[in-house]
């Protein structure tokens, strides 16, 4: 069974990059057809997807965050890497990794990361 482990400050301040690291067990990041994603809740709102990065390491933004997001991988830790430059008191939420499927669906979860953006 596929398990996810978000890890990184839970807090940081307005215009510097929030890094998140998603540590990955059971299953390989380059397993064929596997595809990682970040997601995040603000308080009070619902899930908004921020972007993914595929078994090949190729990679897909949300169109609302494409100019401030990046995601990476470390294959020899089996871990990605989200990036979420120029940050605002609006990007506090609780940040999740997860697996999508060939279909787009998320089937694994990590427990998620609660990150402050201080002004």
């Known amino acids: 069974q596929v398990q996810l482990q978000e890890s990184g400050p839970g807090l940081v301040k307005s215009s510097q990059t929030l890094s998140l690291t998603c540590t990955v067990s059971g299953g390989s990041i380059t397993t064929a057809n596997y595809y990682w994603s970040w997601i995040r809740q603000p308080p009070g709102k619902g899930l908004e997807w921020m972007g993914v990065i595929f078994y090949s390491g190729s990679t897909y933004y949300s169109p609302s965050l494409k100019s401030r997001t990046s995601i990476s991988r470390d294959t020899s830790k089996n871990q990605f890497t989200l990036q979420l430059s120029s940050v605002k008191p609006e990007d506090t939420a609780v940040y999740y990794c997860?697996?999508?499927?060939?279909?787009?669906?998320?089937?694994?979860w990590g427990q998620g990361t609660q990150v402050t953006v201080s002004s």
């Open positions: 997860a697996k999508m499927t060939a279909r787009w669906a998320h089937d694994y």
